[in-house]
């Protein structure tokens, strides 16, 4: 008889082992997870599941680092409906969408499949990409779905800024509303032509140069040669998109777009610290945000005023210019003399 329940009980504890080790980074169809429990990728970087921000009582499902111990979360499902309550579950549906569920009834979140899955699993990969996928196809051309996909307001080193225009895809970040408030913002960036442009309510806030082979002109928080990642920018027909990925993998840093500072932030994690340290960032002072002075003119961050009209320009509005409401630019003192070449002092400037 002992022996039967020390077999017994030997069986339960490899069964349990058996279920908490294949549900380590994924769950399938017959599986779920509820608040408390959470999927952890299988290098121990990445952790997925229900979270809270602050005092509030709200609970969100996301991605976040687990070795780093300041909360920095990476990636949210539900940022704009957060549950009120512990009472959310997560599932795969019999068409095979991973679902929020909210007191098991109600649809608070859900992936969007186009066709019905026949065996589907979610894992969370070791890169913090979580990945809906048929369960003996792991090829990442064949995912039915990824959080890669639908980023909020971190790029993390394989993920992609542009568009697709074959998926029907467009990749951007969106700030936080607020640092308790994951809900996206109208604070964005994205690529656009070739350039990076940050938005706020739709208009250019910062835009960076072309990209010509190298890296993207005017931005030396993106020259080719540091020490810590290299990125590209691809462009064809079919996509655009810029990408990094890390020199060494045992450095961490991920970009954020920060609703508090306005900016776009790199930030890489100082381990002796315990801390986020900003490696570099844009806009960097005020003549970096675009467009600032106008039509015309040129911003000096160390001249008083900073907008300075071209030489043989004015205020357009001397009134608003004194203001300090530099938006309007800057006239010709004199109208171009194109049609009487005789009388005309119209010359070309060489402008640095």
């Known amino acids: 008889m002992s022996v039967l329940i020390f077999v ?29 429990r959470t999927l952890v990728s299988r290098n121990g970087m990445f952790e997925f599941g229900f979270f809270g921000l602050g005092n509030s009582k709200n609970r969100y499902v ?19 409906n957060p549950i009120s309550d512990s ?43 979580l990945v809906l996928r048929e369960e003996e196809n792991g090829s990442p051309e064949d995912y039915l779905w990824q959080s890669f996909d639908y980023p909020s307001d971190t790029l993390l080193p394989g993920m992609k800024i542009g568009w697709d225009l074959t998926k029907g895809l467009k990749w951007r970040l969106s700030a ?57 920018i691809v462009s064809n027909a079919n996509q655009t998109y810029y990408m990094y990925n890390l020199k060494n993998s045992s450095v961490i840093s991920r970009v954020v777009l920060n609703q508090t500072t306005r900016t776009r932030q790199r930030l890489v994690w100082m381990e002796r610290s315990k801390s986020w340290k900003v490696f570099a960032f844009v ?12 039509a015309n003119s040129n911003c000096v961050i160390n001249e008083n005023p900073v907008c300075l009209c071209l030489r043989g320009f004015k205020p357009k509005s001397q009134e608003n210019w004194n203001l300090r409401e530099w938006s309007e630019g800057c006239v010709r003192n004199n109208p171009l003399s ?12 060489k402008f640095v």
């Open 87 to 129: 009472s959310g579950l997560l599932m795969i549906n019999s068409i095979g969408n991973l679902v929020l569920l909210y007191r098991n009834k109600s649809i608070v979140w859900s992936t969007s499949l186009s066709k019905q899955a026949k065996k589907p699993m979610v894992q969370l990969l070791d890169s913090g990409n």
């Open 8 to 36: 017994l009980i030997n069986a339960v504890l490899i069964l349990r082992f058996c279920a908490v080790s294949l549900a380590a980074d994924g769950i399938s169809s017959s599986q779920s997870i509820r608040d408390g």
């Open 283 to 294: 806009p960097r002072d005020f003549c970096d945000n675009y467009g600032r002075c106008g």
């Open 338 to 349: 194109c049609h009487d070449k005789d009388k005309s002092d119209d010359d070309f400037v």
């Open 62 to 80: 996301g991605i976040w680092y687990k070795k780093i111990p300041v909360q920095t979360v990476v990636w949210v499902a539900n940022g704009c």
């Open 176 to 232: 936080w509303k607020s640092w308790d408030d994951p809900c996206s913002s109208d604070f964005t960036f994205g690529i656009e032509s070739r350039e990076g442009y940050i938005r706020e309510r739709g208009e250019v806030y910062y835009r960076t140069g072309t990209w010509n082979g190298f890296g993207l002109s005017g931005s030396p928080d993106l020259k080719p040669d540091n020490l810590i990642y290299d990125y590209e």
